[in-house]
């Protein structure tokens, strides 16, 4: 059973606009929440995390927000440059070592 | 550069073939796991060492035998594989969970065919 899902498989977005990449969860026990960005040929690399006590984190160009009430995590990318284009990953943990991952969302971002 | 270095980048296997997959790391992680990962789908958990014990086995066929030999390295022994075997497997490394949250990170991986 998928207890983190991405229902966005894909998102185009103009340069130089947001671009917003959705994340929901089920598992209230989970306390961190982390995304990853994957190009082909390269594992996943990570972005930017947050942890349950708060509901945002900024760095740079991209804040990940998190809505626990409604187990949803949302990563924005402002100004969307072409070099983000590749897919994303959302993922959450709980102690135990073990991270589950979203099914990803394939951005591309057109110059 | 990735912090995490796995060799080989791409290995081509018969079924009846022994080879093993390896996994480098110097951040002083002392957790370190493997992932499969298939097209067009998430990474998949496999195994995870913690403090170089295996702490998880997510039921993984027994063709598949991780090995951690010391607190840096992690290897990924593969014997008798099936054709569905076929898939990018991930390493990556972290500090324990419960010890202050910490990202995993990943290394590139190895693309396995098995023919």
């Known amino acids: 059973d998928q207890q983190v899902k991405q229902n966005s498989p894909s998102l185009s977005v103009q340069e130089g606009r947001i671009s917003i990449l959705n994340c929901d969860y089920t598992n209230s026990m989970f306390d961190y929440f982390l995304w990853y960005k994957k190009y082909p040929a390269e594992g996943p690399t990570f972005l930017i995390s947050i942890s349950s006590i708060k509901d945002k984190n900024e760095d740079g160009r991209f804040t990940v927000f998190l809505n626990k009430s409604a187990k949803h995590l949302s990563l924005h990318i402002v100004p969307s440059q072409p070099g983000d284009s590749a897919v994303y990953f959302c993922a959450a943990s709980n102690t135990g070592n073990q991270f589950y991952f979203g099914t990803g969302t394939s951005l591309t971002v057109i110059p | 550069d990735t912090e995490v270095t796995q060799t080989p980048k791409h290995l081509v296997m018969g079924m009846t073939n022994k080879k093993s997959l390896k996994c480098e790391q110097h951040?002083?992680?002392?957790?370190m796991y493997w992932y499969k990962q298939k097209a067009k789908k998430p990474p998949e958990l496999m195994f995870v060492?913690?403090?170089?014990?295996?702490?998880i086995n997510e039921s993984v066929p027994s063709r598949f035998s991780p090995e951690c030999p010391n607190s840096s390295l992690l290897n990924l022994h593969l014997h008798a594989l099936q054709p569905e075997d076929s898939a990018l497997y991930l390493c990556?490394?972290?500090?324990?969970?419960?010890?202050?949250?910490?990202?995993?990170?990943f290394g590139d991986g190895t693309r396995l065919s098995i023919l």
């Open positions: 990556a490394s972290s500090t324990p969970t419960g010890e202050d949250s910490q990202p995993q990170h």
């Open positions: 951040m002083g992680h002392r957790a």
């Open positions: 060492y913690s403090y170089e014990k295996l702490s």
